[in-house]
């Protein structure tokens, strides 16, 4: 294991977060907040630690699946201590393991929060908050593959650890210009975003801080009542739309720039993906039209933004959707297990996933009934090979026996099953508010200190796809 190179490159990663910082300094300068002097403490600590470990000296500069691993794992946990430091030091969350859950949850892109009145920090507060979702939606060490050369050929290493999803591909050959063709969409995507919510009357501050979460899929507001309080259907509508596509996978977008059409329209995952939010959409639609808005536009708006949030593991809301039905709620239970598209900003289990199993299972009724049949999994005419299939079976079961783990555990609290189970479901697959206990109008002030901690190892276990963290954790990875 080559220790000096993770550390050196650990280092780099934190004067890009102590960079991050700058902005929401700024912020805090302009509007003459109590916040300023805690960035600025902030940026110092993040940017000497960081450039201290930038200038270590390294002979072997090679990064290994190994190295790339622990730096992805290591990375993560290490800009949520440092990120968490703005909310500690200003006074904002005096607890530093609600700080540290905060910032777990924002650069994870989860937005679930411990924080019971949003309206009253700062502003600088309120955007750094938010600007984690959408450092952390495309990821954090795809920025430093982006723009450090020393990573060099090893960076792919990096990027498939950190990329959500079973399968990585680079969109061109180098992953270093991979990493800038990302961005580039992702920032322009951003930017569009930004313009149409101003043009619905939002402020610029209320435009960027609700780009970042929609973009990010991390559903941090600026209002108590999240996206509900604007009260504007044109708001609703806009960010339904952009949190589908942040829902997809960013690399179909580089395929539209290239003229590529039907290649994207052939797309076996984006076609599921888009099926699913239809029939959820539908179904959820017509049941609240029935049971509680009488009113069909009224309640196709609600259910678009609701199930676009749940899917993509966003978090927003226009409405207490606790509120709502048992029919509609389990429906966007299940959504929460789906999550978006390999590629995309979103959480969860993957569609690619939930589709590939879906196959597999078809596969196998079709062996029973014809046990000489030679039956391959394909995507898009291309077949699946048997150790991807085992990959995604291997973290399906994973993933549900987690889930399965930690509602015993949190259950020990006394908040019942509902509230035990969609708290856990709800921080590992990075969606955010639940039902009961922690639904969209709790938070999760509620839980002991214990439990904080617990999820935000769910919510870095569920961004970084299972094996990353779970690999750090055992001995073997550290032996030569």
């Not at 450039?51 to 800009?79: C, D, M, P, Q, Y």
């Not at 994870?108 to 502003?123: F, K, N, Q, S």
């Not at 969606?431 to 509620?446: A, D, E, I, K, L």
Request: glycine letters at 10%; one cysteine or more; hydrophobic letters at 50%.
């Amino acid at each position: 294991m080559n220790y000096k190179i993770i550390l050196k490159i650990l280092g780099y990663v934190l004067i890009i977060i102590a960079f991050s910082m700058i902005a929401p300094l700024i912020i805090s300068m302009v509007t003459h907040q109590d916040d300023m002097k805690a960035f600025a403490i902030s940026i110092v600590l993040t940017a000497l630690i960081g450039f201290i470990l930038s200038r270590l000296k390294i002979i072997k500069r090679k990064i290994n699946t190994k190295e790339g691993v622990a730096i992805v794992a290591l990375g993560w946990i290490v800009v949520s201590l440092f990120g968490a430091l703005p909310f500690y030091i200003s006074g904002s969350i005096p607890s530093y393991v609600d700080a540290f859950f905060e910032t777990v949850s924002g650069f994870t892109t989860t937005g679930a929060t411990i924080i019971d009145d949003i309206e009253v920090l700062p502003m600088g507060i309120l955007f750094w908050r938010s600007f984690t979702h959408w450092i952390g939606g495309m990821g954090i060490l795809v920025v430093a593959v982006a723009i450090l050369p020393m990573i060099g050929s090893g960076g792919f290493q990096i990027f498939k650890a950190e990329s959500p999803g079973p399968i990585t591909d680079k969109i061109v050959p180098k992953i270093k210009d991979t990493a800038k063709i990302l961005y580039t969409t992702y920032i322009i995507i951003s930017l569009l975003e930004f313009v149409l919510l101003m043009l619905g009357g939002m402020t610029p501050f209320e435009s960027a801080v609700h780009t970042f979460g929609t973009l990010g899929t991390g559903g941090f507001s600026t209002r108590n009542a999240s996206v509900g309080g604007f009260n504007s259907s044109y708001i609703f509508i806009v960010i339904s739309i952009f949190m589908i596509m942040s829902g997809a996978n960013f690399s179909l977008y580089y395929l539209l720039f290239k003229g590529k059409w039907k290649e994207v329209l052939r797309n076996s995952e984006l076609k599921f993906y888009l099926g699913i939010i239809f029939v959820a959409v539908a179904l959820i639609t017509v049941n609240m039209n029935i049971n509680l808005y009488h009113n069909w536009f009224d309640s196709f708006k609600h259910s678009l933004f609701q199930v676009s949030s749940i899917i993509t593991t966003t978090g927003y809301s226009t409405f207490d959707f606790d509120q709502w039905t048992t029919f509609s709620k389990s429906i966007l239970f299940l959504l929460m297990f789906i999550g978006g598209c390999a590629g995309s900003t979103g959480g969860s289990i993957k569609v690619v996933r939930i589709l590939a199993l879906l196959k597999l299972v078809k596969k196998e009724l079709v062996m029973v009934l014809h046990p000489r049949a030679v039956v391959v999994v394909k995507f898009d005419d291309k077949p699946v090979s048997e150790g991807s299939l085992l990959n995604i079976s291997g973290f399906f079961m994973l993933y549900i026996l987690i889930f399965a783990i930690g509602t015993v555990i949190i259950s020990y609290e006394g908040i019942g099953l509902e509230g035990a189970a969609s708290a856990v479901a709800a921080t590992l697959g990075n969606v955010g508010p639940g039902f009961g206990f922690v639904g969209p109008t709790h938070t999760y002030s509620g839980f002991s200190d214990f439990s904080k901690i617990l999820l935000s190892f769910f919510m870095l276990l569920g961004r970084l796809e299972l094996f990353t963290v779970i690999a750090l954790l055992t001995p073997s990875f550290w032996r030569e």
